[in-house]
């Protein structure tokens, strides 16, 4: 997958055994500035609508944003005793729908996700519905007179969001 249409995936054993998806990569020729193909199907359940996470103009139930899927220790040599940290950041989308690499919402799981060694390039990296709480932040960066980028993160709520991964680093 790595590449295909311009998603990225970075992981390795080395380190604590990072690991990220990328639905639209920002080093391969074209693809930053192209309106983006692949996304993260976010829902956040009946009757919440905490933001245009995707661009398209409307606050949905159901937002498909281009992100980067973090599992930060999942390869790592304890990451199947202990879990892993994850995170979900949606990047920004321009008004023509191209993407960048800036990060517009952080979505902070509270809970440490399960790891499951399938084989020595294969995880499973899932977090159940019943302890996948995540906390969601809008963040705006601005620049002031002087040229210095500040950002600010703002609390949007707490979402009960469950997933179930397959993180393959063979290619």
């Known amino acids: 997958m790595d590449g295909d249409r311009c998603v990225s995936v970075v992981g390795g054993k080395r380190g604590k055994g990072f690991y990220?998806?990328?639905?639209v990569s920002n080093s391969e020729p074209g693809c930053k500035e192209q309106a983006f193909e692949r996304f993260l199907t976010l829902n956040f359940g009946a009757g919440s609508t905490p933001g245009d996470l995707d661009g398209d103009g409307a606050n949905e139930q159901i937002?498909?944003?281009?992100?980067?899927?973090?599992?930060?220790?999942?390869?790592?040599?304890?990451a199947a005793r202990e879990g892993t940290e994850v995170a979900i950041?949606?990047?920004?989308?321009n008004a023509d729908g191209s993407t960048t690499q800036e990060t517009a919402w952080n979505l902070q799981y509270q809970n440490?996700?399960?790891v499951e060694v399938i084989s020595n390039d294969v995880r499973r990296i899932y977090l159940p519905q019943e302890m996948a709480d995540a906390d969601l932040f809008e963040i705006e960066l601005t620049v002031n007179k002087g040229g210095k980028v500040k950002k600010k993160e703002t609390f949007r709520g707490t979402y009960i969001m469950p997933f179930d991964v397959e993180a393959d680093i063979s290619n």
């Open 63 to 78: 937002e498909g944003p281009p992100a980067r899927f973090i599992a930060f220790t999942a390869f790592g040599k304890k």
């Open 112 to 114: 440490l996700a399960n």
């Open 89 to 93: 950041l949606v990047m920004e989308v």
């Open 20 to 23: 990220q998806l990328r639905t």
